[in-house]
Protein backbone atom coordinates (compact mmCIF):
# COMPACT_ATOMS: atom_id res chain seq x y z
CA UNK A 1 0.00 0.00 0.00
CA UNK A 2 1.24 3.53 -0.68
CA UNK A 3 1.79 6.37 2.01
CA UNK A 4 1.79 9.48 0.63
CA UNK A 5 1.72 12.74 3.07
CA UNK A 6 0.59 15.88 2.49
CA UNK A 7 1.62 19.51 3.77
CA UNK A 8 -0.82 22.41 4.02
CA UNK A 9 2.66 24.53 5.13
CA UNK A 10 0.77 24.98 8.50
CA UNK A 11 3.24 26.06 11.13
CA UNK A 12 2.05 23.86 13.72
CA UNK A 13 2.97 20.57 10.77
CA UNK A 14 7.04 21.62 11.66
CA UNK A 15 6.24 22.15 15.16
CA UNK A 16 4.45 18.88 16.13
CA UNK A 17 5.39 16.36 13.50
CA UNK A 18 1.99 15.43 11.80
CA UNK A 19 0.91 15.57 7.96
CA UNK A 20 -2.14 18.11 6.94
CA UNK A 21 -3.40 14.39 5.42
CA UNK A 22 -1.82 10.95 5.08
CA UNK A 23 -3.42 8.79 2.11
CA UNK A 24 -2.81 5.36 2.65
CA UNK A 25 -3.66 3.21 -0.71
CA UNK A 26 -8.43 4.55 -1.24
CA UNK A 27 -8.31 6.15 2.37
CA UNK A 28 -7.37 9.61 2.72
CA UNK A 29 -7.10 11.12 6.77
CA UNK A 30 -7.24 14.94 7.14
CA UNK A 31 -5.81 16.46 10.43
CA UNK A 32 -7.45 17.79 12.75
CA UNK A 33 -7.55 21.54 10.81
CA UNK A 34 -8.41 25.25 11.97
CA UNK A 35 -8.39 28.75 10.67
CA UNK A 36 -5.62 30.08 9.38
CA UNK A 37 -4.64 34.05 8.48
CA UNK A 38 -7.60 36.73 8.75
CA UNK A 39 -10.18 33.98 9.39
CA UNK A 40 -8.86 33.70 12.64
CA UNK A 41 -10.54 37.12 13.20
CA UNK A 42 -13.78 35.93 11.96
CA UNK A 43 -16.98 33.70 13.49
CA UNK A 44 -17.64 30.22 13.35
CA UNK A 45 -19.11 30.82 10.30
CA UNK A 46 -16.12 32.28 8.90
CA UNK A 47 -14.03 29.89 10.25
CA UNK A 48 -15.82 26.88 9.34
CA UNK A 49 -15.20 28.28 5.65
CA UNK A 50 -11.98 28.55 6.09
CA UNK A 51 -11.39 25.37 7.34
CA UNK A 52 -13.35 23.53 4.83
CA UNK A 53 -11.40 25.44 2.43
CA UNK A 54 -8.00 23.73 3.59
CA UNK A 55 -9.86 20.73 3.87
CA UNK A 56 -10.58 20.70 0.26
CA UNK A 57 -7.20 21.61 -0.83
CA UNK A 58 -5.32 18.74 1.22
CA UNK A 59 -7.82 15.87 -0.18
CA UNK A 60 -6.94 17.34 -3.62
CA UNK A 61 -3.29 17.59 -2.97
CA UNK A 62 -3.90 13.66 -2.07
CA UNK A 63 -6.13 12.55 -5.45
CA UNK A 64 -9.74 12.75 -3.65
CA UNK A 65 -12.35 14.94 -3.91
CA UNK A 66 -15.12 16.51 -1.09
CA UNK A 67 -17.57 14.04 -2.58
CA UNK A 68 -15.50 10.72 -1.09
CA UNK A 69 -15.61 12.29 2.10
CA UNK A 70 -17.44 9.78 4.80
CA UNK A 71 -16.74 11.14 7.78
CA UNK A 72 -16.12 14.83 9.79
CA UNK A 73 -15.40 15.25 13.30
CA UNK A 74 -15.94 18.45 14.56
CA UNK A 75 -14.86 20.44 17.59
CA UNK A 76 -16.21 24.03 18.49
CA UNK A 77 -15.27 26.12 21.94
CA UNK A 78 -18.76 26.88 22.09
CA UNK A 79 -21.66 24.71 21.29
CA UNK A 80 -23.72 27.69 20.94
CA UNK A 81 -22.12 28.11 17.26
CA UNK A 82 -23.65 25.07 16.05
CA UNK A 83 -25.85 26.32 13.67
CA UNK A 84 -23.29 28.99 12.34
CA UNK A 85 -20.82 25.67 12.15
CA UNK A 86 -22.77 23.28 10.68
CA UNK A 87 -24.32 26.28 7.93
CA UNK A 88 -20.95 26.14 6.27
CA UNK A 89 -20.62 22.51 6.81
CA UNK A 90 -23.81 22.13 4.51
CA UNK A 91 -22.85 24.45 2.02
CA UNK A 92 -19.72 21.92 1.29
CA UNK A 93 -21.31 18.63 2.38
CA UNK A 94 -24.90 18.64 2.16
CA UNK A 95 -25.39 16.70 -0.80
CA UNK A 96 -22.63 13.93 0.25
CA UNK A 97 -23.89 13.95 3.64
CA UNK A 98 -20.98 12.17 5.43
CA UNK A 99 -21.38 10.50 9.09
CA UNK A 100 -20.91 13.89 11.36
CA UNK A 101 -19.84 14.36 15.41
CA UNK A 102 -20.11 17.79 16.85
CA UNK A 103 -19.03 18.06 20.34
CA UNK A 104 -18.07 20.98 22.31
CA UNK A 105 -14.37 21.06 23.88
CA UNK A 106 -12.65 23.47 26.50
CA UNK A 107 -10.21 25.17 24.19
CA UNK A 108 -8.09 24.95 20.83
CA UNK A 109 -4.61 25.42 20.63
CA UNK A 110 -5.00 28.93 20.24
CA UNK A 111 -7.49 30.97 21.96
CA UNK A 112 -9.00 32.87 18.83
CA UNK A 113 -9.87 29.28 17.17
CA UNK A 114 -13.29 28.93 17.84
CA UNK A 115 -13.57 25.48 15.28
CA UNK A 116 -11.45 22.30 14.25
CA UNK A 117 -12.51 20.00 11.62
CA UNK A 118 -11.23 16.23 11.05
CA UNK A 119 -12.42 14.79 7.68
CA UNK A 120 -12.13 10.70 6.09
CA UNK A 121 -12.43 10.29 2.71
CA UNK A 122 -12.40 6.55 0.59
CA UNK A 123 -11.57 7.80 -2.63
CA UNK A 124 -13.72 5.69 -4.94
CA UNK A 125 -12.30 5.78 -8.14
CA UNK A 126 -9.59 2.80 -7.27
Request: proline share 2%; glycine share 10%.
Amino acid sequence: MTRQLVSSGGPFEQIYGYSRAVRAGAQVHVAGTAARGDALAGDAYAQTQNILATIRGALEQAGARVDDVVRTVIYVTSIGDADLVGRAHREVFGDIRPASTMVQVSSLIRPEMLVEIEAYAVIRDL
